[in-house]
């Protein structure tokens, strides 16, 4: 199985390792415009995957990408280059919406034009609208984006550290967008069936207190990250792994990740089951009304802000021809 990775900074790079470390795909593609990055991540890992995998990782184009079953979009600019670290910035993530909606918007035609309707994941920020973008940019459904899976997981560790529990057996999902506007579903998050606001109760915790932190430590778990290695990227590299095994092997999987709502109009992420082509169905989790609320706003802002890229591709597209295959 071939996994394409467009993007070979810090979370292309770490999504590689995972896959190489997991053996989850017989080859792996890395592409860049900086070609001596691709080139010199695939000499380093050349020496270490006799030891650990069968899996081949090797620098290459486009033209690469035919026969792939999955492509991952982690290309663009990062929180740190592109100025969103500031905690009380209410644009978190969407600042790099700019530079990056017209990285993909060049990235996913030189895609498509070789693997077809082959499945694609965004990693890239912000998710969502980028996945909206490159939906239309492709002109296939297969697309989807990272989104809230790493938020989900960063809510379960912070209420799994709470409680003293594994974070396995947390049940909890953050939907909407991978941003400061992320929904957290509180009224459904529970440890072996206790819900958590009982649980908090029971050992005297104060309600709003108990949220407020578990939401500030999720929200900004990247800018801590970001302050002490420059870069977000290994949590996200393992989730992309594990995303990419998921449609690789059919897995159908249960994950919060982002995909086209109809119903809202815009990319969202919800609780999905991720099979071959990437979201195989995406499940409606039962939601408090305040929560309900929360997500109509959320979703009300990412159409808001990605419309005007949409239009931009959409007439784009009617003026230009289809692109050839890059050689
Ligand atoms: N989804 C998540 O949870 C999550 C977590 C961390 C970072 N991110 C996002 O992932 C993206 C990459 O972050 P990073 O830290 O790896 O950045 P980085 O600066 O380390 O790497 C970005 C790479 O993209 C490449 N690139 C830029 N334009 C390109 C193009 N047109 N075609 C091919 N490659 C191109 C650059 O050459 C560079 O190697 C950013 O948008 C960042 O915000 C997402």
Redesign the pocket.
Known sequence: MKVGI?????????TAMALAMRASAHEIIL????TH?TAGVAADMLYGLPMVSATSVRSGSYADLEGAQLVII?????????G?TDRSDPLG?LR?LET?AS?IA??VPRIVAVAGDCPIM??????EPLAEIARVAAGHPNVF???T???TLRFRVQLARRFGVRAKDVSAYVVGE?GTNSVFLWSSAEIGGRPVYDMARERGMEAGEFRRGIEEDVRYA?IEIIQGI????Y??GM??ARLAEMVLRDEHAVVAVGSHSAEHGTTLSFPSIVGYGGVVEVLRPAMSDEERALLHACADRLKQVTGPYLEKLRSREERRPALQPAS
Not at 6 to 14: E, K, L, R, Y
Not at 74 to 82: D, H, L, P, S, T
Not at 122 to 127: D, L, R
């Open positions: 467009v993007g070979i900074g810090a979370v292309g790079t770490a592409i860049d415009t900086n990055r982690a290309a663009g600019i990062n929180e740190k280059a592109g969103a993530r790099l990056n990285i060049d990235i965004i990693a890239s920020n912000p998710p984006s990272t989104s899976a790493l938020d991978h990247n420059g870069a977000s990227q949590g996200i989730v992309a």
